[in-house]
């Protein structure tokens, strides 16, 4: 079974600045996908960023990148230029390719993310 | 992105009474959901995957008999908890995968307090 690990149960980083927020799994899938979810207070599940693992680019989204290291099983999560409105909880999750049914996702425990002035 | 809805998204109830909560995919159809239920600061739990027009898959430790789960259509995904007990208070959220890659995109969540 695919494990998820999330090992910053919380972060801080000052608005305008970046940060970086850590996620390792464990598989022994050679195709899969990532994500990060973000859960602000409201507790609706956004979706931040994708990466399919047989992309060697790593996945970006404005202010969202990630550094995707397949060999070390990481998937780091980089916000820049930091906003009040990026403080919530964020969520790495795994996901086994789709074969004939959706397949579920598996999630780590979360890093609260709190943005100051 | 794919939107979707739940309803309600809270609902006070006494011991022993029935809850439905519905799941609708608005802009796309989704012959699997999934539902999940989340703790106070804690990462989502899958419950179980529900599949239309068949029996939903449940998650070690989840009771089906408990949890009932009706996947009627395309777009709706209903999750009934049954004999509401205080312990089965929780956060109940529901996710519908679309598009090529079956991204997964949740609904707004339902808030359970059983008194």
């Known amino acids: 079974a695919q494990t998820v690990t999330q090992s910053q149960p919380e972060m801080s980083v000052q608005e305008a600045e970046t940060v970086t927020l850590s996620c390792t799994y464990d598989?022994?899938?050679?195709?899969?996908?990532l994500f990060w979810y973000k859960q602000p207070p409201s507790r609706q599940m956004i979706l931040v960023i994708r990466?399919?693992?047989?992309?060697?680019q790593n996945a970006t989204e404005n202010r969202f990148s990630v550094n995707f290291q397949k060999a070390a099983k990481s998937f780091s999560l980089k916000i820049s230029d930091s906003q009040l409105g990026d403080a919530a909880m964020y969520f790495c999750?795994?996901?086994?390719?789709?074969?004939?049914?959706?397949?579920?996702?598996?999630f780590g425990t979360g890093t609260r993310l709190q943005v100051t002035l | 992105g794919a939107v979707v809805s739940q309803h309600p998204s809270w609902v006070i109830c006494k011991s022993g009474t029935s809850v439905k909560i519905e799941c609708r995919s608005l802009?796309?159809?989704?012959?699997?959901m999934f539902w999940y239920r989340q703790f106070p600061k804690q990462s989502l739990m899958l419950m179980a995957t529900?599949?239309?027009?068949?029996?939903?898959?449940?998650e070690q430790g989840v009771e089906k008999d408990k949890f009932l789960i009706n996947h009627a259509s395309l777009t709706l995904s209903t999750l009934t908890v049954t004999s509401a007990h205080p312990e089965d208070s929780s956060f109940y959220i529901c996710?519908?995968?679309?598009?090529?890659?079956?991204?997964?995109?949740f609904g707004p969540g339902t808030r359970l307090l059983v008194l």
């Open positions: 996710s519908a995968p679309s598009g090529i890659q079956e991204t997964q995109y």
């Open positions: 999750a795994y996901r086994s390719p789709n074969w004939g049914t959706a397949s579920k996702l598996t």
């Open positions: 529900s599949n239309e027009g068949s029996k939903a898959t449940y």
């Open positions: 598989t022994s899938e050679s195709d899969y996908y």
């Open positions: 802009d796309f159809q989704a012959t699997t």
């Open positions: 990466q399919e693992a047989y992309k060697q």
